[in-house]
């Protein structure tokens, strides 16, 4: 549904007569605050479980979607759709990543790789619903029909095992929960190998919902229909969905860097979505959509199994509400900075040429952590898991305290 917000780019600035980059920024509200919500939502996960955390963001889909029908202006809708939605998006999100990441070890590549593949499913089927309910209902109708799917995640949390990475229970007294976050905190934002990572998810963030955004309008400019728009995504779904199942397969079995196979992706997508600027034949797109989703689908699954491999499941919640925090930056302001730089030059093939930049710039960082074989083996997760499992009533036993400050003793 984040993705799918291209096809309702174009009726909108022609509803409200806005510009590219003041259309931009509902997108990238919705899609940005998915991100930055992460930590807040590990948080909330860590104190009352992942079905509490997710049927209260399927809630808020739902809500928000639903008083984006009534919206008498484009700026209503950076709160409804923009704030209220993404706020839901975000929490949904980490739930469903945190979940499997704690359910499977041995094969944890390939079960992300299958979790996620819904995201694929739904680059699949909502560009089309999209595309059919705009032409027959109008957008505010539209709205109304994607609040009825999104209310659905209600089901899903229902039914979901109420896990927490922390393993604490809900009796721990509230003192012992906030120890234990701050060293929590503590010990993920000192791993510099994690910082180095964030530093190349901020750069391919800038430029992730860029070519969702801006190829619609690239497209028709080329001469593509409506249609041929919506068979790109469609393609770019399937192509999401098969390439990270296949790709997860091939890290867990040869056990290739997870690092070096993300940076390879990043340089791939980088080089291809420069090229794309420069394409006229509506097959070309369609190969750029297979690209594209083989692409973002592997940017996205191999995110929180690389975090794990860097920080074990303990600190996964944590960590991963961080790395997503600083994905979710980049992605607020990395549509608008296109738009703007489409707006100004007046030309909208520029923002390819500037998201292909970041896109190798994020590959460029992500070279930069020391590629250790461990990291296939997520051994680290046997460190932490040993240093983590230290605990009594949620403070972990490695702490102890100076000058009235608890902190971590690095020498355990």
Not at 156 to 184: K, Y
Not at 246 to 263: E, K, P, Y
Not at 356 to 362: R, T
């Amino acid at each position: 549904m984040v993705t799918s917000f291209c096809v309702m780019y174009s009726e909108l600035r022609d509803q409200f007569g806005s510009g590219a980059a003041e259309t931009s920024w509902v997108a990238s509200l919705s899609s940005g605050l998915l991100l930055v919500i992460g930590p807040a939502a590990g948080i909330l996960e860590k104190r009352f479980g992942c079905r509490v955390v997710a049927m209260t963001g399927s809630t808020l889909i739902g809500v928000g979607m639903v008083a984006s029908t009534f919206v008498p202006s484009l700026y209503w809708l950076y709160l409804t759709y923009g704030i209220i939605t993404g706020v839901g998006f975000g929490m949904v999100h980490l739930v469903a990543t945190v979940t499997v990441n704690l359910t499977f070890d041995k094969r944890r590549s390939v079960a992300i790789a299958i979790g996620s593949s819904g995201s694929g499913c739904g680059n699949i089927a909502i560009p089309w619903l999209t595309t059919v309910w705009l032409e027959e209902y109008g957008w505010r109708q539209t709205f109304l029909l994607l609040a009825g799917i999104g209310i659905q995640g209600l089901v899903c949390g229902a039914i979901i095992g109420n896990v927490h990475t922390s393993g604490e229970s809900h009796g721990n007294h509230q003192n012992a929960d906030r120890l234990s976050l701050r060293a929590v905190v503590t010990e993920v934002l000192k791993t510099k190998t994690f910082l180095i990572f964030s530093v190349s998810g901020f750069c391919t963030s800038l430029a992730y919902f860029v070519p969702y955004v801006m190829v619609p309008e690239l497209a028709k400019a080329k001469g593509l229909s409506s249609t041929d728009v919506a068979l790109i995504f469609t393609v770019s779904g399937v192509s999401s969905i098969l390439g990270r199942i296949l790709i997860g397969f091939i890290v867990d079995i040869t056990h290739i860097s997870r690092i070096c196979t993300l940076s390879i992706a990043l340089l791939i997508g980088g080089i291809s979505t420069i090229g794309c600027a420069f394409v006229y034949d509506k097959w070309l797109f369609i190969a750029y959509g297979v690209i594209l989703g083989v692409f973002t689908g592997t940017f996205g699954f191999l995110q929180s199994v690389i975090v794990v491999d860097l920080l074990g499941t303990k600190l996964l919640g944590i960590g991963f509400g961080f790395l997503t925090l600083f994905h979710g930056i980049a992605v607020i302001i990395g549509p608008p900075i296109a738009g703007w730089i489409s707006d100004i030059t007046s030309n909208n093939t520029v923002p390819f040429v500037y998201a292909g930049c970041l896109f190798c710039l994020g590959s460029l960082f992500a070279c930069a952590i020391k590629t250790r074989a461990d990291f296939c083996e997520s051994k680290n997760d046997m460190r932490t898991e040993s240093q983590t499992s230290s605990y009594q009533d949620g403070v972990p036993l490695n702490l102890y305290r100076r000058n009235n400050n608890f902190v971590f003793d690095t020498k355990l």
